[in-house]
């Protein structure tokens, strides 16, 4: 069982800053990748930005040039800067991570925290 903890979400004004940070912990033998969902009232959950065990990162086209994903792997933590905010990017914010319970095991993407709230209004 993984748990998914994140910290970091408030209001900021439009044009402010924010980081997230997730911290993982539980039973797992490594972590794939970690990243970022969010989602708005009314609107589905969306992608935001994830970063693999490798560094690779991703991101949607939405927050490209504005958002930075980054990652600690020990411990286990996965950071969202976030820069240049707009009302748009207003929603709960949900990390996710990509774990394998063994090695040579499947990869298992259902692992989610319980979200933080970004409001972005001036």
């Known amino acids: 069982q993984v748990q998914l903890v994140e910290s970091g979400g408030g209001l900021v004004q439009p044009g402010g800053s924010l980081r997230l940070s997730c911290a993982a912990s539980?039973?797992?033998?490594?972590?794939?990748?970690m990243g970022w969902y969010r989602q708005a009232p009314g609107i589905r959950r969306e992608f935001v930005a994830k970063?693999?065990?490798?560094?690779?990162?991703y991101y949607a086209d939405s927050v490209k040039g504005r958002f930075t994903v980054s990652r600690d792997n020990a411990p286990n933590t996965v950071y969202l800067q976030m820069i240049s905010l707009k009302p748009e990017d207003t929603a709960v914010y949900y990390c996710n991570a990509e774990t394998r319970l063994y090695r040579g095991g499947s990869p298992d993407s259902g692992n989610w925290g319980q979200g933080t709230q970004v409001t972005v209004s001036s």
């Open positions: 970063i693999t065990s490798g560094g690779r990162s």
């Open positions: 539980g039973t797992f033998f490594s972590i794939d990748a």
